[in-house]
């Protein structure tokens, strides 16, 4: 049985099938390729810190926009209950 004929066909169907993997087996020992997923792997270490230190960061941070949006917004929150006042003699707009 001739060997190399099946090897070849095999060879083909893979390049056809999956032709990255192809060219990884293809390329030799002397040829270096990095590692399939170190990017998810990255990805994924950069959510788990993040997801960390968001709410160490967020948590003061939403508190003083919450107190800078208290203090402009509460005079104009008692400006609004208060009674506005009867229009005087020399109040009239001229026409």
């Known amino acids: 049985m001739d060997d190399d004929a099946v090897l070849r066909a095999l060879g083909e169907d893979l390049a056809r099938d999956d032709p990255e993997l192809a060219a990884r087996l293809t390329a030799g020992p002397g040829t270096r390729t990095p590692p399939p997923g170190r990017g998810a792997l990255w990805m994924i270490l950069l959510a788990a810190a993040v997801m960390v230190t968001a709410p160490l960061l967020l948590g003061p941070a939403a508190f003083g926009v919450m107190a800078v949006l208290v203090l402009i917004g509460c005079p104009f929150a008692f400006s609004c209950w208060l009674p506005?006042?009867?229009?005087?003699?020399?109040?009239d707009l001229p026409y």
């Open 84 to 91: 506005t006042p009867e229009p005087g003699p020399d109040d």
